[in-house]
Structures are given as structure tokens and as C-alpha cells.
């Protein structure tokens, strides 16, 4: 099980699982370290993240470093992206283009060139990963895509379950028939029907933005066919300070709120 830093999970196999799926942790150790904990308590056999573990928060080296210890498949974020291509930077917006030039000097070379290892998406136990939007998208965002196209999109994808970061909202789709829906997402198990395919919005550990403050993860359950969403408290307030003390925009630590 994942928990101690000696247990770590180094391949993508096939066998059944509860498999916990994260996203966005930018820079945040504190909200990491509270959802490993809660990870460890939850006899979770692996662990996937789903990129931007930079960006934003106070500790990127020491996320990056942590994700790494423990063989956490780790896929590109477009804050990772706009870290290793600096023609990328345009797109975001001035405060996060900021946090991104202090973020490079808090990184080291070594973080750096496990950055340029990483992947687009990844597949495995029947679920596709990706941190925009499928298939293989970094950077488009799932309000930005007609019912009509992730319609279309999942029921092309090979994969029954798409798990999505990026928005740093939560979103439980089921594709089935002629059209989507839009299931209820929020703390607690939501079974799946084995008939539909999904799409899954994870949320944020590191900055929530679906109006509740705490570090958000999921667990995908698949023997039992659901999907657990877990609401994990920790101290805002340390994290707020670390960001003001290292000149990030004010806006990072507020957010947080």
C-alpha cells in the first residue's frame, strides 16, 4: 500500500485496484503532505498524479522531490510546460507568469530534467490520464468543449474512464446513448454504471477552486465500480505565508481562502 516513503509504486499493471488520482498540487507541500497522509489510511494500492505540481505555491523542488521518492507516475501539466518552453509563457496571464520565473529559480537542475521526461497522458487499468482534456490534451480546459465534442471524444476514447486536472474544479460526466450528463460530484462514493463512459474532474490538492477550501483527491475503486471524492483538511494559513515570504504575487496566498 501507498503511505511510507518506502512503499512506492514503480509499474502500470492491469491487476484490479483502489487506485487514488490527483491533480494540481502547485507547489503546495502542505496540502500534499495531509493528502498522502489521508492516502496511507485508505489501503490504496497506487497512486497517479495528473501534473501541475508547480506553479503558484511555495515548494515546487520539495513536491517535485516527494512525487519522485515515492514513483508516483507523474504526467505534464501546463505549468510544467510553461517552465520548460518559455515561448509557452504568453499564454498565461502576467501574476502566473510570475510565479512561474520565481518558481524556475525555486527548481532544481535535477527536478528540472525530470520535468522534460514526462508525458502527455497516460493509460492503465482500463483509464485514460490527461491533464486538460482528452485524449491528450495539456493546456484546453473542459469548459472550453461542447457537450456535443466530449460526447463525441469518450465514446472514441479505447479507455472507459478519463481522469481530467487543469480546472481545479470537480466534474463527474457519464457519456452514454446519444448524449452526457452531468452527474452529482460531491464528498463521498459515487458508484459508476458499467454501460456509460466517464469523465472525471478531479480537482485541486494544492489550490481548490469549486468553492471549498479543502485539498481534493479521488479514489477509483475498481472492484467495487466507484469513484470516492475525498475532502482533506490542512494549514492554509502556513502555505499563505510561505508564498508571501518568497514574493509570489498576493493573490496566490488569497486564493487559498
Given at each position: 500500500?501507498?503511505?511510507?516513503?518506502?512503499q512506492t509504486?514503480?509499474?502500470?499493471?492491469q491487476?484490479?485496484?483502489?487506485?487514488?488520482?490527483?491533480?494540481?498540487i502547485?507547489?503546495?507541500?502542505?496540502?500534499?503532505n495531509?493528502?498522502?497522509?489521508?492516502?496511507?489510511?485508505?489501503q490504496?494500492d497506487t497512486?497517479?498524479?495528473?501534473?501541475?505540481?508547480?506553479?503558484?505555491?511555495?515548494?515546487?523542488?520539495e513536491v517535485v522531490?516527494?512525487?519522485r521518492?515515492r514513483?508516483?507516475p507523474?504526467?505534464l501539466g501546463?505549468?510544467?510546460?510553461?517552465?520548460l518552453?518559455?515561448s509557452?509563457?504568453?499564454w498565461?496571464?502576467?501574476p502566473?507568469r510570475?510565479?512561474l520565473r520565481?518558481?524556475?529559480n525555486?527548481?532544481?537542475i535535477?527536478?528540472?530534467?525530470?520535468l522534460?521526461?514526462l508525458?502527455?497522458?497516460?493509460?492503465?487499468?482500463?483509464?485514460?490520464?490527461?491533464?486538460?482534456?482528452?485524449?491528450?490534451?495539456?493546456?484546453?480546459?473542459?469548459?472550453?468543449?461542447?457537450?456535443?465534442?466530449?460526447?463525441?471524444?469518450?465514446?472514441?476514447l479505447?479507455?472507459?474512464?478519463?481522469?481530467?486536472?487543469?480546472?481545479?474544479?470537480?466534474?463527474?460526466?457519464a457519456?452514454?446513448?446519444?448524449g452526457?450528463?452531468?452527474l452529482?460530484f460531491?464528498r463521498?462514493?459515487?458508484?459508476?454504471?458499467?454501460?456509460?463512459?466517464?469523465?472525471i474532474n478531479?480537482?485541486?490538492?494544492?489550490?481548490?477552486?469549486d468553492?471549498?477550501n479543502r485539498a481534493?483527491?479521488?479514489i477509483w475503486?475498481?472492484a467495487?465500480?466507484a469513484?470516492?471524492?475525498?475532502?482533506?483538511?490542512?494549514n492554509?494559513?502556513?502555505?499563505?505565508?510561505?508564498?508571501?515570504?518568497?514574493?509570489?504575487?498576493e493573490?496566490?496566498?488569497?486564493?487559498?481562502?
Amino acid at each position: 500500500m501507498i503511505g511510507e516513503k518506502d512503499q512506492t509504486f514503480t509499474s502500470l499493471g492491469q491487476t484490479p485496484m483502489r487506485l487514488a488520482v490527483l491533480s494540481d498540487i502547485h507547489g503546495n507541500l502542505e496540502a500534499l503532505n495531509q493528502v498522502l497522509n489521508d492516502i496511507a489510511q485508505g489501503q490504496i494500492d497506487t497512486v497517479v498524479c495528473l501534473g501541475d505540481c508547480v506553479g503558484y505555491g511555495p515548494e515546487p523542488e520539495e513536491v517535485v522531490q516527494e512525487i519522485r521518492a515515492r514513483r508516483i507516475p507523474f504526467i505534464l501539466g501546463n505549468h510544467e510546460l510553461g517552465l520548460l518552453d518559455p515561448s509557452y509563457l504568453d499564454w498565461f496571464n502576467p501574476p502566473t507568469r510570475a510565479s512561474l520565473r520565481i518558481t524556475r529559480n525555486l527548481l532544481s537542475i535535477d527536478s528540472k530534467n525530470y520535468l522534460r521526461t514526462l508525458k502527455p497522458f497516460l493509460t492503465a487499468y482500463g483509464c485514460r490520464f490527461v491533464h486538460g482534456f482528452p485524449p491528450d490534451s495539456i493546456t484546453t480546459y473542459l469548459y472550453e468543449v461542447s457537450d456535443l465534442e466530449i460526447h463525441r471524444i469518450l465514446s472514441a476514447l479505447p479507455e472507459r474512464i478519463c481522469f481530467i486536472g487543469h480546472t481545479h474544479d470537480l466534474h463527474l460526466i457519464a457519456s452514454e446513448g446519444q448524449g452526457i450528463a452531468y452527474l452529482p460530484f460531491d464528498r463521498g462514493v459515487f458508484p459508476l454504471r458499467g454501460e456509460a463512459n466517464y469523465l472525471i474532474n478531479v480537482g485541486s490538492v494544492g489550490q481548490p477552486r469549486d468553492g471549498d477550501n479543502r485539498a481534493k483527491y479521488v479514489i477509483w475503486d475498481e472492484a467495487a465500480a466507484a469513484i470516492e471524492l475525498r475532502y482533506v483538511t490542512y494549514n492554509i494559513a502556513r502555505t499563505a505565508e510561505k508564498i508571501m515570504a518568497l514574493d509570489f504575487p498576493e493573490y496566490n496566498a488569497r486564493r487559498l481562502f
